[in-house]
Every structure is written in C-alpha cells, then in structure tokens.
Nanobody
Framework: QVQLVESGGGLVQAGGSLRLSCAASGSIFSINTMGWYRQAPGKERELVAIVTSGGNTNYVGSVKGRFTISRDNAKNTVYLQMNSLKPEDTAVYLC???????????????WGKGALVTVSS
C-alpha cells in the first residue's frame, strides 16, 4: 500500500506565503506525475499544479507567477511553494501521485487526505 501525507497547511494573512509538502511512503518502485489539487467550499476540485518525473510543470492560470511546484525524487516528496496568497486561495489542498509499486504493476493514482490552507483578508 502507498500513503501520501501532506504537511505545511495553516492560517496566513493575504500577501503571505506557505510551503506545502507531500511525502509518499510504502511500496514504491517509481513515481510518475505528482500534483496538487484544491477544493474550496461549494466548489469543485481543481488541479492547481503538476510536475512530471522529468521536471516539466503546469499550473492553473490563477496561480501562475505565485505558486511553484517542485519535487525531490530521493525523498519521494513533492512541494508547493505558495507566495502572494489571496483569500481566494483558501481551500483544502490535496496531494496526488501516480505510483508504480513494482516492476510488474501498472501506475495507479493515490491521494493524500488533504491540508487546509486559510488566507485571511
């Protein structure tokens, strides 16, 4: 089994910064794409940022220039650096990863439980 555990959420004032971390553990042969999603109250879950195993990144338009996704393959960890935070960024942020548990297994999606980020005005 594979587990993803987020950390780094909390309360911050508008204009401030937070750094989220997500560490994968368990049976891991390799990890392909890793990403961050978020879900605000009353809204559907949306993709915030993704990073491929080769280091290519993509972001939702509303966070471009403010958020940076990165990964440390040696630690099986993905990060989301969030700067210039706005109240509209308030949401539960969830980590996602495509994990291959062994050579013979297909890639499967795993999710963390989520980290709450609250941005006050």
């Amino acid at each position: 089994q594979v587990q993803l555990v987020e950390s780094g959420g909390g309360l911050v004032q508008a204009g401030g910064s937070l750094r989220l971390s997500c560490a994968a553990s368990g049976s891991i042969f390799s990890i392909n794409t890793m990403g961050w999603y978020r879900q605000a109250p009353g809204k559907e879950r949306e993709l915030v940022a993704i990073v491929t195993s080769g280091g290519n990144t993509n972001y939702v338009g509303s966070v471009k220039g403010r958020f940076t996704i990165s990964r440390d393959n040696a630690k099986n960890t993905v990060y989301l650096q969030m700067n210039s935070l706005k109240p509209e960024d308030t949401a539960v942020y969830l980590c996602n990863a495509e994990v291959k548990e062994n050579y013979y297994s297909p890639y499967m999606y795993y999710w963390g439980k989520g980290a709450l980020v609250t941005v006050s005005s």
